[in-house]
C-alpha cells in the first residue's frame, strides 16, 4: 500500500501466492471509490508497486525473476486507471520533487537520471546516489507531512520495552516481538503482537488517549509466523490498515 498525498489517493497491491495472481487498485480517500488497473493477469504477477504520487502509479517489473531484480518501471494515471507510459530498460529509485528518479539495473555505475513523471522522458538531470537518497528524503518530508507511518520497535529495544509494559498495564497482554507506535496530538496507536500455544502470532491495534485510556482495540491478523511492518498509517486525522490481509478498514481519528 502506497500514498498518493497529493491527490489524496492510495495504492494499493494485492498478491494471492496460491494462484499466482496479483491485482492493483486505487483509492479515493475523498470518494472512497475503488477502482482496479486493467492489467492482464499473466502480466501482473511479474509486476510489483513502487510507489504513487504526481496522481500516478508506478511499478515495477523484473529483468532477474530469480533473484527479485527490479527492472522496467510502468506509469498509471490512477484516475482513469489508463497507462501512461513505460520505461522498460531503467528500474525505479525513488520519488523527488521534480519527478521520478530511475536508474540501468544493467549498468549500476552510470549516474541515475531524473525522468518527467508525466511522460517517461528524461529531464536531462542526472545525480549520484548519495544526491539521489537526499533528494528522495527531503522531498518525503514534503510529501508525507499530513501523513504519519509508525514507528516499529523490536525486542531487546529500549523503546519496545517501555511500551511493552504500557500494554501490560492497560491491556493485560504480553507484547512479543515487536511493535509500531504512533503519536498524535491527541491519540497512541500501538500494532503489537501476542503468541498464543502453539507459536502462532495475532497482530491486535489498539488506539487511547494521551491520558492512556482505551478507545479502540480490534484484531487486525491471526495465524501469523512472523511480524510486519507499515501494519497502519494515519493521513488528514484517520486511522488506516488492512484487516485479515483482504480489507481495507478506515476509522476517523477524533481530537
Not at 18 to 47: C, N
Not at 58 to 76: D, E, F, P, V
Amino acid at each position: 500500500m502506497r500514498l498518493d498525498s497529493s491527490t489524496a489517493r492510495l495504492a494499493l497491491e494485492v498478491r494471492n501466492p496460491d494462484l499466482l495472481l496479483t491485482r492493483f487498485y486505487t483509492f479515493d480517500t475523498h470518494t472512497h471509490a475503488l477502482d482496479q488497473l486493467p492489467l492482464p493477469e499473466a502480466k501482473a504477477w511479474w509486476q510489483g508497486l513502487e510507489d504513487a504520487e504526481f496522481g500516478n502509479l508506478y511499478l515495477h517489473g523484473y529483468g532477474n525473476r530469480q533473484i527479485g531484480q527490479h527492472k522496467g518501471i510502468s506509469a498509471y494515471k490512477a484516475a482513469e486507471q489508463s497507462k501512461l507510459w513505460e520505461a522498460p530498460d531503467m528500474a525505479f529509485y525513488g520519488i523527488a520533487a521534480d519527478g521520478v528518479l530511475a536508474y540501468h539495473p544493467d549498468c549500476p555505475e552510470l549516474p541515475l537520471q531524473l525522468l518527467n513523471p508525466q511522460t517517461g522522458k528524461p529531464t536531462g538531470s542526472t545525480c549520484s546516489q548519495q544526491q539521489a537518497a537526499e533528494a528522495v528524503a527531503r522531498y518525503s518530508r514534503e510529501r508525507f507531512l499530513d501523513c504519519q507511518y509508525p514507528v516499529l520497535y523490536r525486542l531487546g529495544e529500549a523503546y519496545f520495552a517501555q511500551v511493552q509494559a504500557f500494554l501490560q498495564e492497560q491491556l493485560q497482554v504480553q507484547a512479543v516481538l515487536a511493535l509500531e507506535y504512533a503519536e498524535t496530538e491527541a491519540h497512541l496507536v500501538i500494532s503489537f503482537y501476542t503468541s498464543d500455544d502453539s507459536g502462532k502470532l495475532k497482530n491486535e491495534l489498539a488506539v487511547f488517549d494521551l491520558d492512556g485510556k482505551l478507545h479502540q482495540k480490534m484484531e487486525i491478523a491471526s495465524q501469523l509466523n512472523g511480524f510486519g511492518s507499515d501494519t497502519f498509517f494515519i493521513f488528514n486525522h484517520k486511522l488506516y490498515f488492512i484487516l485479515n490481509k483482504d480489507i481495507l478498514q478506515v476509522f476517523q481519528l477524533l481530537a
